[in-house]
C-alpha cells in the first residue's frame, strides 16, 4: 500500500512540474542577450527561450488609440515586429496582406514596431488593415530590439511569432526576401508567401 502511495505521489509530483508554465517575459532578458545571425545559435535561442514558453497578457495600443488584450483574443497569434528602415519588412507587405486576406478570422496579427507613430504611419499606407499596427513608445538604443506594453523582442526583423490560442509560442521566424538587381518581386511574393503560410499551417 504504502508503495502504491509512493508512486501516485511521485506521479502528480512529475504532472506537476510538466504542466508548469515557463513565461517568455521571465527568461527573455537572461536568454537572449543579443541579436544573433549565426544560424546555430538563432535556432539554441528560438528552442531554449522562446518556442513552448508562454505570454502574459498584453495591452497593445495601435496606432489608431485602440487597445487590445492578448488574453482576450480567443484565436491563434501571430505577432509580427517590423521598422520601417528595414528592407525586408517592405518586401515581406504583399505576401503578409495575402496571408491576412488568407487567414481573416482565423488568426489574429497585431505587429509592433520598433518605430515611433509617425514612422508607422508611413507603412501603415500598404499595410492590410485588419493587422493591429503597435508603435513603440520609446525607441530603444539597440535597433534590433523592441519593448512594447512590455512585450521585448530582441532579434531584428522582420520576425514573428507563432502563437496558439492557450498563449503558448508554437514556432519563430526572423527574416524575409525583399527585391534586388538578381531576384525580381515575382519571386520574392513567392517565396515569402510560401514561407509564411507554412508557418502560419502549424497552429491551425
Known sequence: MKRLLLVLALIAVSKTFAQKKIYYKDIVDDCIATSSNDAA???????????????????????????????????????????????PCWGEIPALNKMVEKYDGKVKFIMLFWDMEKGVERMAKKLDKRIFLVPSKEKMANKSSIKVSGFIHKLDYPSA????????????????????????????????????????????
Open 41 to 87: 545559435m538563432l535556432d539554441d535561442i528560438v528552442y531554449n527561450c522562446i518556442r513552448d514558453k508562454y505570454i502574459s497578457n498584453y495591452d497593445f495600443t495601435s496606432i489608431d488609440g485602440k487597445t487590445i488584450s492578448t488574453d482576450k483574443i480567443e484565436v491563434p497569434i501571430v505577432l509580427l515586429t517590423a521598422a520601417t528602415w528595414c528592407a
Open 161 to 204: 511569432y507563432l502563437i496558439n490560442s492557450k498563449k503558448r509560442i508554437l514556432d519563430f521566424k526572423r527574416g524575409a526576401l525583399s527585391p534586388t538587381k538578381e531576384i525580381g518581386w515575382d519571386e520574392v511574393n513567392k517565396t515569402n508567401e510560401e514561407e509564411l503560410d507554412t508557418f502560419i499551417k502549424a497552429v491551425l
